[in-house]
């Protein structure tokens, strides 16, 4: 088995890197989630957007990526990776721990 090409970071980690560098942020859950609530200045990624995202995304900027729960992201992150994204990120507990952590 080979070792993911991502990393998994706490929510907490994911704040510190959002303040210490420039950084995409990026929501892969369904449209409605995201219009109901996300984290500020995250993009949202889905199967219409994706192809635009790989288009104008920096490869050299730190990518963070937030699902539900923590699990999905970590598929999305790993083929970012694979697509020669340098420093890419799941968020552990997703968009759910995210939100809970803030309130």
């Known amino acids: 088995m080979t070792t993911p090409a991502f990393q998994r970071i706490s929510i ?4 510190t890197l959002l303040h210490e560098k ?12 995201f219009a109901m609530g996300h984290v500020p200045g995250a993009a949202h990624l ?6 635009e995202f790989m288009r104008n995304a920096s490869r050299d900027q730190p990518l963070i990526i937030y699902c539900y729960h923590g699990n999905s992201s970590q598929s999305a992150a790993q083929y970012f990776a694979e697509q020669g994204f340098s420093e ?3 968020v ?12």
């Open 12 to 15: 907490e980690t994911a704040q």
């Open 22 to 33: 420039t950084c995409t942020l990026a929501d892969i859950r369904d449209g409605q989630s």
């Open 46 to 51: 889905d199967g219409n957007t994706v192809e």
């Open 88 to 90: 890419v990120y799941s």
């Open 92 to 103: 552990d507990g997703g968009f759910e721990a995210w939100r809970q952590h803030l309130g």
